[in-house]
């Protein structure tokens, strides 16, 4: 196996709606067939226009309550609840979950890396925003490459906060080794390696988290892999869903 590049792409300006941040992107950086290239999500979404004035923002009953619960800005609240599907938890903060499945703290509505004033939200279909940026690379440069829409979450039961997938195209999101023998020939049984986290996660690290200016990654000569995309769990298979819903009578 060749030796995987990681490259950031340098340079980019601030996005704004309307950007073509697929063209913006081969500007700067050569790409190859079998690229897998990873995208904050804040880039696409505000070069896509999901973004929104918290002064147009109306709160209702509920989001003061909760606004008042949390010490957050109800307006912002308001954002929240319009961004989710379902609300698992209310307090210490909100977690809630989204239309394509994703489960995170306020809907992974966001006030940073923009201007004052504005939140900024998740890509509705991020499986599409990926699929909408591998079809303009590839209409610009003529290669095939593989894209992951990211966003930076936390995790249960470790301090921190890591890149996750939220959209990809171009492989699957699982590669599935069940079936598949160890070094000592025992057949394995349940091991399934979320891939796109792994690669999501190592592209966050050379984003960084605050002024790096570095929203969109590279790597190369990474391994073809099979498996599937079954990524979320299913409403029966997640038990630490219920629970939470359990415990706060949801």
């Not at 147009?56 to 309550?65: D, G, L």
């Not at 925003?129 to 936390?154: F, K, N």
């Not at 792994?198 to 099979?226: H, L």
Request: glycine letters at 10%.
């Amino acid at each position: 196996m060749e030796h995987i590049q990681v490259m950031g792409v340098q340079g980019l300006p601030l996005i704004h709606a309307g950007d073509n941040i697929a063209a913006m992107i081969c500007e700067r950086v050569p790409v190859w067939d079998n690229d897998i290239l990873c995208i904050a999500s804040t880039i696409y979404s505000k070069a896509r226009g999901y973004t929104k004035l918290l002064s147009a923002i109306t709160p209702s009953e509920r989001a003061v309550r909760l606004g008042n619960l949390n010490g957050e800005d109800p307006r912002f609240v308001q954002a929240v609840l319009d961004a989710s599907t379902d609300i698992i938890m209310e307090h210490p903060f909100i977690l809630s979950e989204l239309a394509f499945g994703h489960i995170g703290v306020r809907a992974g509505v966001d006030q940073s890396n923009i201007e004052d004033g504005m939140v900024i939200f998740l890509p509705p279909d991020p499986m599409k925003a990926a699929d909408e940026v591998r079809a303009e690379i590839r209409s610009i440069a003529g290669v095939d490459i593989g894209v992951i829409i990211t966003d930076t979450c936390g995790r249960s039961f470790r301090r921190g906060q890591t890149g996750n997938a939220i959209g990809w195209s171009g492989f699957p999101a699982i590669r599935d080794f069940r079936g598949d023998t160890d070094l000592f020939g025992h057949v394995l049984k349940i091991t399934e390696e979320a891939v796109v986290d792994e690669i999501a996660g190592f592209a966050n690290f050379v984003m960084g988290e605050s002024n790096n200016g570095v929203p969109a990654v590279v790597f190369r000569n990474c391994p073809k892999w099979t498996g599937h995309d079954s990524l979320y769990f299913t409403n029966n298979e997640d038990i630490t869903k219920r629970v939470l819903k359990k415990e706060w009578g949801q």
